[in-house]
């Protein structure tokens, strides 16, 4: 009966969210997102059916989640590409160790957090945690993208076992997989909320060096000279950094006064008069939307993507 239940309501929503026709009209629903039916729906809808136990509720309550989920279910899986993507540079940072472990078991890919970030962990912890997870997720109390840092606080939990054990993607994959039922909730968010306020840091902490000059090399060098004593020591001082200057001894992807690479705390460098090349980390557009309360509908992540800009910032003080 339940079965059924559920059956209908799904086929309710591929109706309500279908587009208008020359035959057909959808006056319910003037912007549908014509997601058809995709598996892993029924996992969203099964939890708000068994709470409400009312049909026309959880329809109307499934349809509100959906408008969160649907970058989930988009055919070219471009929303799924994109949370992997930044959860690729989430690890990156709060745990380079790991990051190139998995580098070596060619897991950078992160496909054994897919089926996780599809359903909201709906399949991996006890059904009342489910519950508990989910109402915790849609405060956006510390960030809309928490769930990443749940996946991060997963990783983070069983790091020691990845790191000396599994040594190919096909062993990361079966180990992950195997964790479903048996991931503990409590424990799980607050590794989750303790890796935020550490990645919440460690943006702040980039953002305030971004804020100080570069020093002046060449003044350093010459002060330094006189203090140790002579006008030889600073024409000494002064040819060693002219060679310096010269010698090709950074590599071709940090030439330039403003380039920056595709590492997720990129490389800007900045050059000035007399001034030896410095470095300055900066973070990339798709960390800081981690910092965001705002919750990212289809309709904006296509926008962000065409417009290649981020999708808003939460008021932290951060710049983009």
Request: glycine share 6%.
């Amino acid at each position: 009966m339940h079965l059924e239940q559920l059956k209908d309501l799904l086929l309710t929503y591929l109706e309500y969210d279908t587009p208008s026709t020359p035959t057909h009209t959808n006056a319910s629903n003037p912007t549908p997102q014509n997601l058809g039916y995709v598996q892993g729906m029924s996992d969203l809808l099964a939890p708000l059916y068994a709470v409400f136990q009312d049909d026309a509720v959880a329809f109307w309550a499934f349809v509100g989640f959906m408008k969160r989920m649907a970058r989930n279910f988009v055919r070219d899986q471009t929303g799924m590409r994109a949370q992997l993507t930044t959860l690729d540079q989430l690890v990156q940072i709060l745990d380079p160790a790991l990051y190139t472990h998995l580098q070596s078991a060619d897991s950078t890919n992160f496909f054994f957090f897919f089926r996780m970030l599809l359903v909201w962990y709906k399949r991996e912890f006890a059904w009342s945690d489910v519950l508990r997870l989910w109402e915790g997720l849609w405060t956006d109390y510390l960030s809309s993208q928490f769930h990443l840092f749940i996946a991060m606080s997963i990783l983070e939990k069983h790091r020691d076992v990845i790191m000396e054990h599994l040594k190919h993607f096909d062993e990361v994959l079966k180990y992950v997989n195997e964790l479903s039922g048996s991931i503990e909730l409590e424990g799980t968010m607050v590794r989750a909320e303790g890796l935020f306020r550490r990645f919440e840091r460690t943006v702040e902490m980039v953002d305030r060096q971004g804020r100080f000059p570069l020093p002046n090399v060449g003044l350093m060098e010459r002060g330094e000279a006189k203090r140790l004593g002579g006008l030889k020591d600073v024409k000494t001082l002064e040819e060693r950094a002219k060679g310096k200057r010269k010698s090709p001894q950074r590599n071709s992807a940090a030439v330039g006064s403003s380039s920056v690479s595709d590492s997720p705390i990129g490389v800007a460098v900045a050059e000035g008069e007399g001034v030896e090349k410095e470095k300055v980390k900066v973070i990339s557009s798709e960390l800081r939307l981690l910092l965001s309360r705002k919750v990212i509908e289809l309709d904006a992540l296509e926008e962000g993507i065409e417009n290649g800009a981020a999708i808003g910032t939460r008021a932290s003080g951060l710049k983009d």
